[in-house]
């Protein structure tokens, strides 16, 4: 038994990757059911300009990456790192955060003042929208 835990520790955990999604599995999820395309988010924000957001202004008491594992966890550890400050996050209409919490996690981490947004005026309509039991 013993040398089969030795066994065991000795060898190394595969390397964690980001966490990704191929550009048509992200979305934007609502918790009343309404989801939308990150990939459509990008191209229908592509002409709205952009602003630095001050990250003291935002309001970033939403709890994410619940209920993950630890490897889960590594993996947006590991997209935080990636992240591309250069990239403008994207904001709906009431400013919520639609695409760029591992840039904003990031921006936090690193002590900047502001991080690049856009935000709709309107907010598109949900691609899809799941009836969530309630």
Request: aromatic content about 4%; proline content about 7%.
């Amino acid at each position: 038994m013993l040398c089969l835990m030795m066994i065991l520790m000795s060898k190394a955990p595969s390397p964690v990757k980001p966490v990704e999604h191929s550009d048509y599995q992200r979305q934007y999820c609502e918790s009343d059911g309404e989801k939308w395309s990150v990939l459509l988010l990008i191209e229908e924000s592509k002409d709205l300009p952009a602003f630095d957001l001050p990250l003291m202004h935002m309001d970033l008491s939403d709890i994410v990456f619940d209920q993950c594992t630890p490897r889960q966890m590594a993996g947006h550890i590991k997209a935080v790192q990636n992240a591309d400050l250069s990239k403008p996050i994207i904001l709906c209409e009431d400013g919520s955060i639609m695409d760029g919490r591992h840039r904003v996690i990031k921006a936090l981490v690193e002590g900047k003042p502001t991080v690049k947004a856009v935000r709709f005026d309107v907010t598109p309509e949900p691609c899809r929208v799941e009836d969530n039991g309630s």
